[in-house]
C-alpha cells in the first residue's frame, strides 16, 4: 500500500507490504525521522491516534489493519536529541540524588553524637541552641539542617554549653557569598552575645561542606563571644580553653569526622592558637540590644534578603 508520512510539516510517500507489522513500519519511521517507536505517536487521518497496545496482535498486527491504502500518517515525537537531553537530564538528578544519600548515610554513620534522623531530639539540656535554621534561599536546605543538627548535638559542643550555662536563641549558617571579598572571609557570627550564632559550613561554591573540625573550631569561637564581645586577651584565653574542652569533654573525643567525599579540608588551622583564626570582627551588639536595631550590619533578616537581592542580580 501507498503511504503519505508526515513529520514536522513534511511529508514523505512511502510504500509498504500490506501485511508489515506496525513495529517494522515504526522502525521505518524512527531510520526517517531519528524517533524511536516508543516515543513515536501515529495520527492517521480521519481516525486518529494508533492505540497499538489496543490493536489485536499489538504491535505485530499487520499495517492493512491499522490504515489503508492511500492514508495520511502524522508522526508526532520528540526527537533524540531531546530524549538524550532527558535522559542526560535524568542521569545528573539520580547522581545528584545518590550523592545527596550517601553523605547522609555517611554522616549518620560516622556521626556516633549526631545521628541524622534522631538528632532531632538528643539535646535535654536547656543550655544549647534552641532553633536550628539553614538559609532558606540556599540549595540543599535538608544537607544544611542535618549539619547544624551536627552541631549542636555534638558532644563536645554540648558539655561546654551546659559547663557554662548558655542558651543560645538561633542556630543558622553563614551565606559565604555575603561574607567573602578579596580582603576577608568571614566564617562565623555571634549576635547580642548569644541571640544569633551564625556559622560557615558551606564551601564558598556551594558545592561541599566544610570540615567539621574546622567548623566546630568556629563554634568555640563564636561561643566565646557569648561573654566578651572584643577580642582582648579574656578572650582568646576563653576560646584556646574552649577548644581544648568540646575535646576533652567529649568521652569520645574529636577524631576527625568526615562528611562525605567533597568535604572543604580547611584551612587546617585546628592545632593552631584560636588567634591564627580569623573568623569576624567580633561579636555584634551588646547583651541588651534588639537584634536589627542601630547595629550598622542590619539585622539578620536584613542581611539574608540583601544577600537574596544580590543572587537575584548575578
Ligand atoms: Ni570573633
Redesign the pocket.
Known amino acids: 500500500m501507498k503511504l503519505t508520512v508526515n513529520f514536522k510539516g513534511k511529508s514523505q510517500d512511502v510504500e509498504i507490504e500490506d501485511h508489515l507489522p506496525v513495529i517494522d513500519f515504526q522502525h521505518k519511521v524512527e531510520e526517517a525521522t531519528g524517533i524511536p517507536p516508543e516515543m513515536q505517536k501515529l495520527l492517521v487521518a480521519k481516525s486518529g491516534m494508533v492505540k497499538i497496545d489496543k490493536l489485536e496482535h499489538k504491535e505485530e498486527t499487520p499495517m492493512k489493519d491499522v490504515t489503508k491504502d492511500g492514508s495520511k500518517i502524522m508522526v508526532i515525537g520528540t526527537s533524540m536529541d531531546k530524549i538524550q537531553d532527558l535522559r542526560d537530564a535524568e542521569q545528573e538528578d539520580a547522581q545528584r540524588k545518590e550523592k545527596m544519600n550517601k553523605r547522609l548515610a555517611n554522616m549518620a554513620k560516622h556521626g556516633k553524637r549526631a545521628v541524622v534522623s534522631r538528632d532531632r531530639n538528643l539535646v535535654t539540656s536547656e543550655y544549647t541552641f534552641d532553633r536550628v535554621e539553614p538559609l532558606n534561599f540556599l540549595p540543599r536546605q535538608e544537607e544544611a539542617r542535618a549539619y547544624l543538627h551536627k552541631i549542636k548535638n555534638d558532644r563536645g559542643v554540648q558539655a561546654v554549653m551546659e559547663k557554662y550555662k548558655w542558651k543560645v536563641g538561633l542556630l543558622t549558617e553563614l551565606d559565604p557569598a555575603f561574607n567573602t571579598n578579596h580582603e576577608s572571609r568571614k566564617l ?1 557570627q ?1 549576635r547580642n552575645k548569644g541571640e544569633v550564632i551564625e556559622i560557615r559550613i558551606r564551601t564558598d561554591d556551594y558545592g561541599g561542606w566544610c570540615e567539621f573540625k574546622e567548623v566546630i573550631k568556629v563554634v568555640c ?2 561561643l566565646a ?1 557569648n561573654e566578651f564581645s572584643e ?1 582582648d586577651r579574656n578572650f582568646w584565653d576563653l576560646c584556646n580553653k574552649l577548644e581544648k574542652e568540646v575535646k576533652d569533654l567529649d568521652p569520645f573525643g574529636h577524631k576527625g569526622q568526615q562528611l562525605g567525599a567533597d568535604v572543604y579540608n580547611g584551612p587546617g588551622l585546628w592545632d593552631q592558637p584560636a588567634e591564627n583564626l580569623h ?5 555584634i551588639g551588646g547583651g541588651s540590644e534588639v537584634l536589627g536595631g542601630s547595629d550598622e550590619e542590619g539585622s539578620l533578616r536584613d542581611k539574608m534578603l540583601r544577600a537574596a537581592e544580590k543572587r537575584r542580580r548575578k
Do not use: I, P, R, T
Open positions: 562565623g555571634n569561637h563564636e563571644h577580642h573568623c569576624d570582627d567580633g561579636g
